[in-house]
């Protein structure tokens, strides 16, 4: 019989797979990492995993204990998975900037979410940072993940996401190209590529245009999970060699192709590396091979991104890119 014991057991070794339409005059070999076949759908199952472990041996969480954390969905998914594995009671900080279908899948695993405004400053008492302090502080038994400065988030993508790379190109990537939100998948796996082949694989950031990464002062934009308005401790800049910044149009245009043109149905982040990505390899040659993380996918982000009059009212829109069944019939 060939099963896993535990759902946590089926956390990490996701495939590669090549791009083949959105790399049209692009002679290196483009391959992306669906990060969306992890168990809670994200890249963010294997960070909740590895520092849940450490927070245990730790003796930081204890049976019975109460996770709470300031995340834009994807880490909450991954650390309701392994509290509802382990008997955990989660409390989630979301900005509301969050769509409600990301708020309901956290809920639906049996979570808690405290939703706080967006727009205000990180040290503002109502910001997402704020309230989570202020909950781990209050709740007894609380144990705060704090995915921004735990050392754990980029390890775990050392431990595991930078091997399965390497071993499964064969130790042929030339490139990896990751988007930055706490900076832990960019630190750890391009750390750990960047040592495996003696320096010589280039670790590219990808980055909502406004955001600190690629110079910007945190102006907001629309893509979520990446990109921010100050230097989390999970991110290593010395790691990266280069961070090319995108803007939201042509982040969510590139998703909505990676659907409709290589049936990968993924989220805004993923566009946006893919954007970063093409441009890098725009003048590679052909034996270069990119490795592009693909974080989430697009289930979450069908009433935003998948959703034509959304994009249209940010005038996102291209007109030659909307098919409703009226154009085709008429
Ligand atoms: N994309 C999405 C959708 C995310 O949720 C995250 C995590 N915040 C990222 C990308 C960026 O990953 P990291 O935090 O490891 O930089």
Same mark, same amino acid.
């Given at each position: 019989?060939?099963?896993?014991?535990?759902?946590?057991?089926?956390? &990490?070794?996701?495939?590669?797979?090549?791009?083949?339409?959105?790399?049209?005059?692009?002679?290196?070999?483009?391959?992306?990492?669906?990060?969306?076949?992890?168990?809670?759908?994200?890249?963010?199952?294997?960070?909740? !995993?590895?520092?849940?472990?450490?927070? !245990?041996?730790?003796?930081?969480?204890?049976?019975?204990?109460?996770?709470? !954390?300031?995340?834009?969905?994807?880490?909450?998914? &991954?650390?309701?998975?392994?509290?509802?594995?382990?008997?955990?009671?989660?409390?989630?900080?979301?900005?509301?900037?969050?769509?409600?279908?990301?708020?309901?899948?956290?809920?639906?695993?049996?979570?808690?979410?405290?939703?706080?405004?967006?727009?205000?400053?990180?040290?503002?008492?109502?910001?997402?940072?704020?309230?989570?302090?202020?909950?781990?502080?209050?709740?007894?038994?609380?144990?705060?993940?704090?995915?921004?400065?735990?050392?754990?988030?980029?390890?775990?993508?050392? !431990?595991?996401?930078?091997?399965?790379?390497?071993?499964?190109?064969?130790?042929?990537?030339?490139?990896?190209?990751?988007?930055?939100?706490?900076?832990?998948?960019?630190?750890?796996?391009?750390?750990?590529?960047?040592?495996?082949?003696?320096?010589?694989?280039?670790?590219?950031?990808?980055?909502?245009?406004?955001?600190?990464?690629?110079?910007?002062?945190?102006?907001?934009?629309?893509?979520?999970?990446?990109?921010?308005?100050?230097?989390? &401790?999970?991110?290593?800049?010395?790691?990266?060699?280069?961070?090319?910044?995108?803007?939201?149009?042509?982040?969510?245009?590139?998703?909505?192709?990676?659907?409709?043109?290589?049936?990968?149905?993924? &989220?805004?982040?993923?566009?946006?590396?893919?954007?970063?990505?093409?441009?890098?390899?725009?003048?590679?040659?052909?034996?270069?091979?990119?490795?592009?993380?693909?974080?989430?996918?697009?289930?979450?982000?069908?009433?935003?991104?998948?959703?034509?009059?959304?994009?249209?009212?940010?005038?996102?829109?291209?007109?030659?890119?909307?098919?409703?069944?009226?154009?085709?019939?008429?």
């Amino acid at each position: 019989m060939k099963y896993a014991s535990s759902i946590t057991d089926l956390i &990490g070794d996701t495939p590669l797979v090549k791009l083949n339409s959105v790399t049209a005059g692009i002679a290196a070999t483009v391959l992306v990492k669906l990060e969306y076949l992890n168990p809670g759908g994200s890249s963010k199952d294997r960070i909740a !995993e590895r520092i849940i472990d450490a927070a !245990e041996q730790a003796g930081d969480l204890k049976p019975g204990g109460t996770i709470v !954390e300031p995340t834009s969905g994807n880490t909450g998914v &991954g650390l309701a998975l392994i509290a509802q594995q382990r008997g955990y009671r989660c409390v989630f900080v979301l900005p509301d900037k969050v769509g409600v279908d990301k708020r309901n899948v956290l809920t639906a695993y049996g979570a808690e979410i405290v939703v706080t405004p967006t727009s205000v400053a990180p040290d503002d008492p109502e910001s997402y940072y704020s309230v989570s302090d202020r909950l781990a502080r209050e709740i007894p038994g609380a144990f705060k993940p704090n995915q921004y400065f735990n050392p754990n988030g980029p390890r775990s993508h050392y !431990e595991t996401t930078g091997p399965e790379i390497w071993r499964d190109t064969d130790g042929a990537v030339t490139h990896f190209v990751a988007g930055v939100g706490t900076g832990g998948t960019i630190t750890g796996t391009g750390r750990y590529l960047r040592e495996v082949s003696d320096g010589t694989v280039r670790i590219i950031g990808s980055d909502p245009e406004g955001s600190v990464y690629s110079g910007g002062t945190g102006r907001p934009y629309l893509v979520e999970g990446v990109g921010e308005d100050f230097w989390p &401790g999970a991110y290593d800049p010395s790691v990266v060699h280069e961070v090319i910044p995108v803007s939201d149009a042509e982040s969510f245009s590139m998703t909505r192709r990676l659907a409709r043109e290589e049936g990968l149905l993924v &989220g805004g982040s993923s566009g946006m590396a893919v954007v970063s990505a093409l441009k890098a390899a725009a003048d590679l040659p052909a034996d270069a091979v990119v490795v592009v993380l693909l974080p989430d996918g697009g289930r979450g982000y069908l009433g935003k991104i998948f959703n034509d009059d959304w994009m249209r009212s940010y005038g996102f829109l291209d007109d030659t890119e909307e098919r409703t069944v009226s154009d085709v019939v008429t």
